[in-house]
Nanobody, 120 residues
Framework: QVHLVESGGGLVQAGGSLRLSCAASGMISSINAMGWYRQAPGKQRELVAGITSGGSTNYADSVKGRFTISRDNAKNTEYLQMNSLKPEDTAVYYC??????????????WGQGTQVTVSS
């Protein structure tokens, strides 16, 4: 079993900052790519940012220059630093990890989601 636990969401005013964390635990042999997604009410889940095991990153155009994804491989944890937040960033944020378990099975796992609300 593999579990992803997110933390760091909350309510913030426009222009403010939040830092999300996602810790992976369980029978993990290695973690390949990790990412953050978000889903706003009435909208589809979308990729916000991704990071490979080697540290290469990619971002949605809407967050480039404002959000930064990072990871600590020793802690099996990824982070999303969100600056200059806008009301349109309001959504439930989910972390995702591509994990290879001790038994050699490779699968994608999701966290439970954390609410980010940006007030205008």
């Amino acid at each position: 079993q593999v579990h992803l636990v997110e933390s760091g969401g909350g309510l913030v005013q426009a222009g403010g900052s939040l830092r999300l964390s996602c810790a992976a635990s369980g029978m993990i042999s290695s973690i390949n790519a990790m990412g953050w997604y978000r889903q706003a009410p009435g909208k589809q889940r979308e990729l916000v940012a991704g990071i490979t095991s080697g540290g290469s990153t990619n971002y949605a155009d809407s967050v480039k220059g404002r959000f930064t994804i990072s990871r600590d491989n020793a802690k099996n944890t990824e982070y999303l630093q969100m600056n200059s937040l806008k009301p349109e960033d309001t959504a439930v944020y989910y972390c995702n990890a591509d994990v290879t378990t001790y038994w050699g099975k490779r699968s994608g796992y999701w966290g439970q989601g954390t609410q980010v609300t940006v007030s205008s």
